[in-house]
């Protein structure tokens, strides 16, 4: 069983789309991190929320952690063929090292 | 550049071989883990040591056999692997376990892509 689902699995767009992803959980975790992970490479940070409705903008990227810290998504605006990666999610809980992953969202951007 | 480097980058063995993975990383981190990653599947922590000592082994495998030398070392050690064990092998590195409120950021070395024949 996942404790963190991520949804969808694969998109493939055109340059300049805009797209969401989300991460969702029945459980609540502490705090949410979004890694970006390119072909041959390992997962790379790009942002913690640790404040439900929490919302975190990188650029382009906007972050946002649920009310009840379940969930957060990922909205890409005019997405670029630089955004192509894998997007990891992954929660943390208080007083505890592990953290979880998902399984990611695998994402294409075509130019 | 994430400051974890890992060695070999790619590897194929055959079930009744031996080898190590090597890690290492150059930021002066206490906490380093190794992580599998499967298509479709989530990253499986596989171990994690803070300051030398294991803390977790999470229900891996004997033919696995990690090794922590140093703080700025770790290796993993394979024998008689099966083919299921082929992925991309992961070491990260963070300051320290962040057994607190928040996450630590953990960095992350590219990986040994690993195929068993």
């Known amino acids: 069983t996942q404790l963190l689902e991520q949804s969808p699995q694969f998109l493939s767009i055109q340059e300049g789309e805009n797209l969401t992803v989300y991460c969702n959980s029945s459980?609540?975790?502490?705090?949410l991190q979004w890694y970006r992970q390119e072909p041959g490479e390992g997962p790379v940070l790009l942002v913690t929320?640790?404040?439900?409705?929490e919302v975190k903008k990188l650029k382009r990227l906007t972050f946002q952690f649920g009310d009840a810290r379940k969930d957060s998504s990922l909205h890409i605006t005019a997405a670029q063929p630089g955004d192509t990666g894998l997007y990891l999610c992954?929660?943390?809980?208080?007083?505890?090292?592990?953290?979880?992953f998902g399984a990611g969202t695998r994402l294409f951007v075509k130019a | 550049e994430t400051g974890v480097t890992q060695t070999p980058r790619h590897l194929v063995m055959g079930m009744t071989n031996k080898k190590s993975l090597k890690c290492e990383q150059h930021?002066?981190?206490?906490?380093m883990y190794w992580y599998k990653q499967s298509a479709k599947k989530p990253l499986e922590l596989m171990f994690v040591?803070?300051?030398?000592?294991?803390?977790e082994n999470n229900s891996v495998p004997s033919r696995f056999s990690p090794e922590c030398p140093n703080s700025s070392h770790l290796f993993l050690h394979l024998h008689t692997l099966q083919p299921e064990d082929s992925a991309l092998y992961l070491c990260?590195?963070?300051?320290?376990?962040?057994?607190?409120?928040?996450?630590?950021?953990?960095?992350f070395g590219p990986g040994t892509r690993l195929l068993v024949l």
């Open positions: 990260a590195s963070s300051q320290d376990l962040g057994a607190g409120a928040f996450q630590e950021t953990q960095y």
């Open positions: 459980s609540v975790f502490s705090s």
């Open positions: 929320v640790v404040t439900g409705g």
């Open positions: 992954a929660g943390g809980r208080a007083g505890g090292f592990k953290t979880i």
């Open positions: 930021l002066g981190h206490n906490a």
């Open positions: 040591y803070s300051l030398e000592e294991r803390v």
